[in-house]
Nanobody
Framework: QVTLVESGGGLVQAGGSLRLSCAAS????????MAWFRQAPGKERDIVAA????????FYADSVKSRFTISRDNAKHTATLQMNSLKPEDTAVYYC???????????????????WGQGTQVTVSS
């Protein structure tokens, strides 16, 4: 059984930083692309960043480029999202996700992922 557990969310002032972590179990971790999505109230769940299994390729949404960094530690089965220069519009529930195994590309939409964590709230105050 695949389990993804996020941690590290919280309340931060604009301009601050947070570090989200996703601990994965029940899958051959290095064989899976890992992604972070976010969903604000009344909005769709959108991709924020993703990284391929070997870490060789990453994707960032335009809104977070140069501010967020995704990384992974295959030995520890964890994926991390470092978020700097946070803005109030970054406020959302952040989800860790993985697509079906064997996919080497980075799906850009939520329907391309079938494993999800429970989410962690990130709130950025102005």
């Amino acid at each position: 059984q695949v389990t993804l557990v996020e941690s590290g969310g919280g309340l931060v002032q604009a301009g601050g930083s947070l570090r989200l972590s996703c601990a994965a179990s029940g899958l051959f971790f290095s064989g899976y692309t890992m992604a972070w999505f976010r969903q604000a109230p009344g909005k769709e769940r959108d991709i924020v960043a993703a990284i391929t299994g070997n870490g060789g390729s990453t994707f960032y949404a335009d809104s977070v480029k140069s501010r967020f960094t995704i990384s992974r530690d295959n030995a520890k089965h964890t994926a991390t999202l470092q978020m700097n220069s946070l803005k109030p519009e970054d406020t959302a529930v952040y989800y860790c996700a993985a697509p079906p195994g064997g996919i080497r590309s980075i799906p850009r939409i939520a329907s391309g992922y079938n494993y999800w964590g429970q989410g962690t709230q990130v709130t950025v105050s102005s």
